[in-house]
């Protein structure tokens, strides 16, 4: 290529570059951020399926329903086994036309690090533990990726009132679920949920994970479960996780009772 022709691409090329992170909808000719998963013109319902239909199924990260001033991710931690999850914060950040839409994170790989000066956090315990200042991992690259949001399940009273759990744990899951506002129990993937706690240095944002299996066991169906919190880890009179009991597992069971279609899988 002579020399001219690059320079000649090597421009539009910028040009096309100012467009990056909005995208037009094919429908209605809306401009939205590409962040956002559906058309932000309310009476046009494009959903844009390209925008993660490679990443939908992935369980990297998944954005979770948290406050409305934040954006907390589930993210996977990779070497720590399959079902070894921890928490990304990204900052909500309006767009400079006030139109809501988000452009943070707006291009894949886009650049994580403006998104750390401008915020974002990585909780995973291992990146907490290793540098004093803000870094980027792998885990906020993964939640400025990520187009997947967590699904959140309805707990029934009627399950909840239905179910042989001692009253005090009834009155905490009650209080977990509504001292503060979001979903109480929110699935990740299969076999993880996100659920609400009480905050703590641990689990600053009042989230934890909780990841069950199921497991054949001859005739039987078994369930395996692992809660990330302290009540959890330190019941030593229960050695066998198994037998080992916390208001989040009961909070999942009453999730799983109030919805028929969830206890299919
Ligand atoms: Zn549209
Ligand atoms: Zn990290
Ligand atoms: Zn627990």
Same mark, same amino acid.
């Given at each position: 290529?002579?020399?001219?022709?690059?320079? +000649?691409?090597?421009?539009?090329?910028?040009?096309?570059?100012?467009?990056?992170?909005?995208?037009?909808?094919?429908?209605?000719?809306?401009?939205?951020?590409?962040?956002?998963?559906?058309?932000?013109?309310?009476?046009?319902?494009?959903?844009?399926?390209?925008?993660?239909?490679?990443?939908?199924?992935? !369980?990297?990260?998944?954005?979770?329903?948290?406050?409305?001033? =934040?954006?907390?991710?589930?993210?996977?931690?990779?070497?720590?086994?399959?079902?070894?999850?921890?928490?990304?914060?990204?900052?909500?950040?309006? $767009?400079?036309?006030?139109?809501?839409?988000?452009?943070?994170? +707006?291009?894949?790989?886009?650049?994580?690090?403006?998104?750390?000066?401008?915020?974002?956090?990585?909780?995973?315990?291992?990146?907490?533990?290793?540098?004093?200042?803000?870094?980027?991992?792998?885990?906020?690259?993964?939640?400025?990726?990520?187009?997947?949001? +967590? !699904? $959140?399940? =309805?707990?029934?009273?009627?399950?909840?009132?239905?179910?042989?759990?001692?009253?005090?744990?009834?009155?905490?899951?009650?209080?977990?679920? =509504?001292?503060?506002?979001?979903?109480?129990?929110?699935?990740?993937?299969?076999?993880?949920?996100?659920?609400?706690?009480?905050?703590?240095?641990?689990?600053?944002?009042?989230?934890?994970?909780?990841?069950?299996?199921?497991?054949?066991?001859?005739?039987?169906?078994?369930?395996?479960?692992?809660?990330?919190?302290?009540?959890?880890?330190?019941?030593?009179?229960?050695?066998?996780? $198994?037998?080992?009991?916390?208001?989040?597992?009961?909070?999942?069971?009453?999730?799983?009772? $109030?919805?028929?279609?969830?206890?299919?899988?």
């Amino acid at each position: 290529m002579p020399r001219e022709d690059k320079r +000649a691409n090597f421009l539009t090329d910028l040009g096309r570059a100012t467009m990056r992170g909005v995208r037009k909808c094919p429908k209605c000719g809306t401009l939205n951020g590409t962040r956002g998963f559906s058309c932000k013109n309310k009476s046009c319902d494009v959903i844009f399926k390209e925008a993660g239909e490679k990443k939908k199924h992935s !369980t990297e990260a998944c954005r979770i329903t948290a406050g409305a001033d =934040t954006q907390i991710y589930s993210v996977r931690v990779r070497d720590k086994g399959p079902d070894y999850r921890g928490f990304v914060q990204i900052p909500l950040i309006q $767009s400079v036309d006030g139109s809501g839409d988000i452009f943070i994170g +707006a291009e894949p790989l886009g650049d994580p690090m403006l998104l750390l000066q401008m915020g974002a956090r990585c909780y995973v315990e291992s990146c907490q533990r290793k540098s004093q200042q803000p870094s980027l991992c792998s885990h906020i690259r993964a939640a400025s990726q990520c187009y997947k949001d +967590a !699904t $959140s399940l =309805t707990l029934k009273n009627s399950a909840l009132n239905s179910l042989p759990i001692p009253q005090s744990i009834k009155t905490d899951i009650w209080q977990l679920a =509504t001292d503060t506002p979001g979903p109480l129990v929110q699935r990740v993937s299969k076999n993880i949920m996100v659920v609400k706690c009480k905050p703590e240095a641990l689990h600053q944002f009042g989230f934890l994970h909780f990841s069950f299996q199921q497991v054949r066991n001859k005739e039987e169906i078994e369930y395996k479960y692992y809660c990330g919190c302290r009540s959890f880890k330190i019941q030593p009179a229960a050695r066998d996780v $198994s037998f080992r009991k916390c208001v989040h597992l009961y909070a999942c069971v009453v999730a799983f009772a $109030s919805d028929h279609n969830l206890s299919q899988v």
